[in-house]
């Protein structure tokens, strides 16, 4: 794993600099993450958020997740690539969408996540454990 990428949109008027390995790779299958990523699961990189250091304009949307907290998803304006997400749960980890990383190729994803709001025609990976809501 990594201890230091980089990644942005699109476009390239996003950049980000992560200075620390992730916290946590995984697949998150909630509702919300589907309506984000256009697909059954989003593909998640937490990293924590004093490491990570962003140049470019987000915009963002908030909504209300089923944990009961807030989640904003922030997206470049211009192309509308999806970066990442804020949680009103815990302000130290910041998520990035992983297709966002210039190189996203060693990324090994060790968790599903909300998988009782999965898609029944989403494939999930092999051995991977898979959790109905956040681990414990």
Known sequence: MADQFSGGC???KVRYDCLAAPMFVGHCHCRDCQY?????YSTIVGVPTDALSLSGELNGFT???DS???VTRKFCPTCG???LSELSANAAMTVLKAATLDDPGWLKPAVHI???SGQPW????AGVPKFDRNPG
């Open 10 to 12: 699109r476009c390239g």
């Open 114 to 116: 909300w998988t009782a």
């Open 68 to 70: 009961g907290n807030q």
């Open 36 to 40: 984000a990523s256009g697909g059954a």
């Open 122 to 125: 989403a494939e999930t990976s």
């Open 81 to 83: 690539s999806p970066i």
């Open 63 to 65: 909504v209300d997740t």
